[in-house]
């Protein structure tokens, strides 16, 4: 059973948990953190701080798990960490390219990912983004609108490019729980109850014929509870009957562990609950099954290194413990009350009994990267801290916010370090401006 709990725990005293650590992690003889092959603190002396680090085998590892099952039905979701290197790994593990908006088309397939192995997806498509989709050969768009099934008739010839409507299916899951929602409460996909998925798809058949097969659903994110994809396609199954289609995505949105008591369903568990449940529910076996998972394939893998550079401690209050980077480097604290561990490079499995608040250097209160953080007593300034399980959502999701630059994105793997996205230069900020 996957423990089921609130994003915003409280860490515990306990050295930092393996199961929030990438696979090729490990501390060497004097407990200082090594990845990849690569020790930590050497990578800040080489790189500076603050920096996102990604274990690749452990990225490549959880790419063969789902491809395992799902072969190229199993689509990376890259908004959640795209960069042309990681695009290009998802790629030659055998993994789909997910896509939400033109810039990250661009940016997959100058990665030199095919046009027909990739997906795009999006509730607001503009007419230019479609008709490039179509140009590049992109495999498979998922209509999200009667606007946008406009917009592609307008177009006209879809050459290779197959279609998909996206359904929503009135099963919203959340963190803990999922309740059931009209379509109303949602911005994405077509509904089911109302008819609409239903006269969508034969629209897009009446007009494209054979290449309309597909039907799509993403019932959230973060979801550590598994029985919101039985309903989910419990309920789609129906559909796809009724129109005879050939394809059915089932989305993406498996969580990860982000606390050390925190624990997660596997990526296999979790595709074998949702081919089990496709056949429970008469899905056709010619019926491709496919999902997109975003986060779990790259949220362990990663973590974030910045440097301690001043701790305050407010009598009657609590120890503030401020670093070079915050929320411009990962707003899920701030965005969604996201709890996270922190633990210092040199001392990974030392016990952390001392509360501390992880933050940024914004000028902001709300700039929290560990509210309820813990960390070794002898913590001092100029101490590396590390942030776990940052993979996901975070550089994708930084920003240049009071002007700070974005960290560089390194990939470590067999004792060598790359950096894959350099550190963002005062150039760079400036580089927009006449
Ligand atoms: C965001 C998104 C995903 C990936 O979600 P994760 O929670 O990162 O797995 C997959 N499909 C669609 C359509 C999405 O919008």
């Not at 409460?185 to 109850?193: E, I, V």
């Not at 058949?205 to 989910?232: K, T």
């Not at 008591?261 to 529910?281: K, M, N, V, Y």
């Not at 916010?401 to 390194?410: E, L, Q, T």
């Amino acid at each position: 059973m996957a423990q089921v709990r609130d994003e915003t725990g409280t860490p515990s005293e306990a050295g930092i948990g393996a199961h929030l650590l990438p696979l090729g992690a490990h501390a060497d003889e004097e407990g200082r953190l090594v990845v990849g092959g690569v020790r930590v603190d050497d990578l800040a002396q080489e790189f500076g701080t603050p920096f996102f680090l990604y274990d690749e085998e452990h990225l490549r590892a959880r790419c063969r798990e789902i491809v395992a099952v799902f072969g190229r039905g199993a689509a990376f979701a890259s908004k959640s960490f795209l960069t042309k290197a990681m695009a290009r790994l998802a790629f030659e593990e055998g993994m789909t390219l997910d896509v939400s908006t033109g810039g990250e088309l661009e940016v997959v397939l100058a990665a030199g990912v095919p046009g027909e192995h990739v997906i795009l997806h999006g509730n607001n498509k503009s007419v230019a983004e479609l008709r490039r989709a179509v140009d590049t050969g992109v495999g498979r768009i998922v209509v999200d609108s009667f606007d946008e099934i406009d917009r592609l008739d307008a177009i006209g010839e879809l050459g290779e490019t197959r279609l998909s409507i996206r359904v929503n299916p009135g099963v919203e899951a959340h963190t803990h729980e999922f309740i059931r929602t009209g379509q109303e409460d949602s911005k994405f996909g077509l509904s089911l109850a109302s008819g609409e998925a239903d006269r969508a798809i034969e629209a897009l058949q009446d007009r494209f014929g054979d290449i309309a097969d597909g039907a799509h659903a993403h019932i959230g994110s973060q979801i550590l509870e598994l029985s919101g994809f039985d309903r989910e396609i419990e309920i789609i199954a129906p559909f796809i009957g009724r129109h005879g289609l050939r394809e059915f995505v089932v989305g993406g949105g498996l969580g990860v562990a982000y606390l050390n008591d925190e624990f997660a369903p596997s990526l296999s568990h979790w595709a074998r609950e949702i081919a089990t449940a496709c056949q429970r529910s008469g899905i056709d076996d010619r019926v491709a099954i496919g999902v997109e998972p975003g986060r779990a394939i790259v949220a362990t893998a990663g973590m974030t290194c910045y440097r301690i550079g001043t701790i305050k401690a407010i009598a009657g209050y609590r120890t503030y413990v401020a670093v070079d980077g915050g929320m411009s480097d990962n707003p899920r604290p701030v965005l969604y009350g996201s709890g996270y561990e922190a633990f210092l490079a040199r001392s990974v499995h030392t016990r952390r009994p001392w509360p501390v608040r992880v933050v940024g250097k914004h000028c902001e209160s709300g700039d929290v990267i560990v509210s309820d953080g813990r960390l070794p007593e002898d913590t001092v300034v100029g101490d590396l801290l590390v942030t776990p399980v940052t993979g996901a959502y975070g550089f994708a999701m930084a920003s240049n916010y009071n002007r700070v630059p974005r960290p560089p994105v390194i990939f470590v793997a067999n004792g060598a370090a790359r950096v894959v996205v350099r550190r963002e230069s005062i150039e760079d900020l400036l580089r927009l401006e006449p």
